[in-house]
Every structure is written in C-alpha cells, then in structure tokens.
C-alpha cells in the first residue's frame, strides 16, 4: 500500500508564498504519477498539478499556471507544491495523489491514493 501525508497549509496574506510537501510510504515517487487537488468551501475537488514518475513532465491547471510548481525528490520520497502570488481563491484544502502510471491525468478518479488534505487560507 502506499500512504500520502501532506503538510505545509497555512493562513497567509495575498500575494505571499507557500511550500507544500507531501511524504510518502515506500517506492511511491518512483513508480507513479502524481498530483495535487484542492477542494475549495462549498465546491467540488478541483485539479491542480500533476507530475510523471521522471519529473520530465508538468501540467497545470490554468488557475495556476505561472504561479505554482510542482516537483518531487525520490530520495526523500516527497512531492512538493510551491505556490507564489496567492490569491483568496486559492484558499482550499489541498490534497496530493498518486497514480498506478507513469503517465500523469488530471481526473482525480483515476488516482488511486490520497493524503488527509492540508488547509490553504488566503485572506488579508
């Protein structure tokens, strides 16, 4: 099996920046995909990054692009999400998952292992 602990959420003022992490059991980083979702109050998961096993292909969503980057260091078994230029409406609990492929999606029904989540808060 393989388990997902994300960290790094925090309340944060617009325009500041965030780290995220995301640790996992096992081979994790270096046999799946992965990515990172988020589940805004009252609205439904939503993609936000995905990474291949390599780390040689990213995608975003286009809310994000330009402002986050996701990446991933298999010696440590931890993906990472860093997120500039936040804005209120990238408040939202953000999830990372991982993927039985080495070829990234952005539909979260096609993953298969979920952290907790890790609360994002954006206001001023």
């Known amino acids: 099996q393989v388990q997902l602990v994300e960290s790094g959420g925090e309340l944060v003022q617009p325009g500041d920046s965030l780290r995220l992490s995301c640790a996992a059991s096992?081979?994790?980083?270096?046999?799946?995909?992965l990515g990172w979702f988020r589940r805004a109050p009252g609205k439904e998961r939503e993609f936000v990054a995905t990474?291949?096993?390599?780390?040689?292909?990213?995608t975003y969503a286009d809310s994000v692009k330009g402002r986050f980057t996701i990446s991933k260091d298999n010696a440590k078994n931890t993906v990472y999400l860093r997120m500039n230029s936040l804005k209120p409406e990238d408040t939202a609990v953000y999830y990372c998952?991982?993927?039985?492929?080495?070829?990234?999606?952005?539909?979260?029904?096609?993953?298969?292992?979920w952290g907790q989540g890790t609360q994002v808060t954006v206001s001023s």
């Open positions: 998952a991982a993927r039985r492929s080495m070829f990234v999606s952005q539909s979260d029904h096609e993953y298969d292992y």
């Open positions: 990474i291949n096993w390599s780390g040689a292909t990213t």
């Open positions: 096992g081979r994790a980083l270096g046999l799946y995909a």
